[in-house]
């Protein structure tokens, strides 16, 4: 089943339930220690690595929308991205994803960028990345190469996603 094939789900739906399956992969992730968080260190393993990286998440806050030299880093790893078929989306709230891959005891500063990558030994398996992988070449097809997603925020209340998308994300909640 795609996004496309629920007939009732909406845009917003869409959005919303891709936005739950990303916050379900980067935990999964991060779990499995398969992030890398930062501009400069998520360059570096596309450069050194490029085959271990699996998916891509560029943040952007409203502050640092005119700081030109992460434009010109988001530019280059879009374009990354692109070259070898890795699929990237982008996220508006920075500090949620930063509270998602980030441990209790440390601050983030740098957020804009994070990479999930394979483990050394092997391939991990994952259906909310593989929803993840399937969002974003439907929406290559509609010509959005670079989709937004609305991670769901801390309030579990909020989070719930409506039947529709609860039913494509494969969420059960009682």
């Not at 994803?97 to 441990?103: H, K, P, Q, T």
Request: charge should be negative; glycine fraction near 2%; aromatic fraction near 6%.
């Amino acid at each position: 089943m795609t996004f496309e094939e629920v007939p009732i789900q909406k845009p917003t739906e869409r959005a919303q339930c891709a936005g739950k399956a990303l916050e379900e992969v980067l935990e999964t992730a991060k779990d499995n220690e398969s992030l890398t968080v930062g501009v400069y260190e998520s360059a570096k393993v596309m450069n050194l690595d490029p085959d271990s990286v699996s998916f891509c998440v560029l943040a952007m806050d409203e502050q640092f929308q005119c700081d030109i030299a992460l434009q010109i880093h988001f530019t280059l790893i879009q374009s990354f991205c692109f070259d070898n078929d890795i699929s990237i989306v982008r996220v508006s709230d920075m500090q949620r994803l930063a509270d998602i891959v980030g441990d209790k005891a440390e601050e983030l500063e740098d957020a804009h960028c994070v990479l999930i990558t394979n483990p050394s030994e092997g391939s991990w398996e994952d259906p909310a990345l593989e929803k993840l992988h399937l969002f974003c070449e439907e929406s290559r097809r509609l010509n959005d190469w670079l989709p937004e997603i609305s991670l769901p925020s801390a309030d579990p209340v909020r989070a719930r996603c409506s039947d529709a998308a609860r039913l494509l994300c494969g969420i059960v909640i009682l």
